[in-house]
């Protein structure tokens, strides 16, 4: 919030301690305060909704490219905090009281996820309903392909690797697509302002 411009380092890493906030939240309403995961889905969706609502209505806009104002990053950061801990409930919903498991509920999500694509492509979805929906829709696949990864058994009903060895790999794989990032934008930077030339 206090950066004036795009920082790779910075962003990633918000968005990386933003994701684990809203993950431990929805875990938080699920064991610490015993609401069912069906009614943790319901509420986040609805405050997801809430928000984008708000946005939309003060803002008149949801378009990514217009977040250059400090309310519409408040808004931005709320919905990241938001699917994130959507995507936790929801995945863990899809898996436990619907009966799927994780793997095909990663399936699932990931055959969710083409709908937007399919309909921006050939039904003229809006861009910006479709890029939310998408970006939307990766928080649960994300969290239904991790438990199937990671979760250890008896409680996982997956290849239980455990989510310390998964955190640590997912975490060496996020610095390598950081510093790839960084050198990209560092490139970027660099053609879009030249050093003037000397003489």
């Given at each position: ?59 008149k ?16 950061w709320?919905?990241?905090?938001f ?65 199937w ?51």
């Amino acid at each position: 919030m206090a950066t004036k411009r795009y920082i790779p380092v910075v962003y990633w890493l918000t968005v990386t301690a933003v994701s684990i906030f809203g993950t431990m939240s929805a875990d938080y309403l699920n064991l610490n305060l015993g609401m069912p995961l069906w009614g943790s889905t319901v509420m986040l969706l609805g405050l997801q909704a809430v928000v984008f609502i708000a946005w939309y209505t003060s803002q008149k806009t949801l378009d990514m490219h217009s977040i250059n104002t400090r309310p519409r990053e408040v808004f931005y950061w709320l919905t990241v905090i938001f699917t994130f801990a959507l995507g936790t409930a929801a995945g863990d919903f899809a898996a436990g009281p619907l009966g799927l498991g994780t793997l095909a509920s990663t399936f699932v999500f990931l055959a969710v996820i083409l709908l937007p694509a399919a309909g921006y492509r050939w039904l003229r979805f809006n861009e910006v309903f479709a890029f939310w929906f998408a970006y939307t829709i990766t928080r649960p696949l994300g969290a239904s392909f991790a438990d199937w990864l990671g979760v250890p058994a008896p409680y996982g009903d997956g290849l239980h690797l455990g989510t310390g060895p998964m955190s640590l790999a997912t975490g060496a794989v996020l610095v390598a697509v950081l510093a790839l990032v960084i050198t990209r934008h560092r490139s970027e930077t660099a053609r879009q302002n030249p050093l003037p030339e000397v003489g």
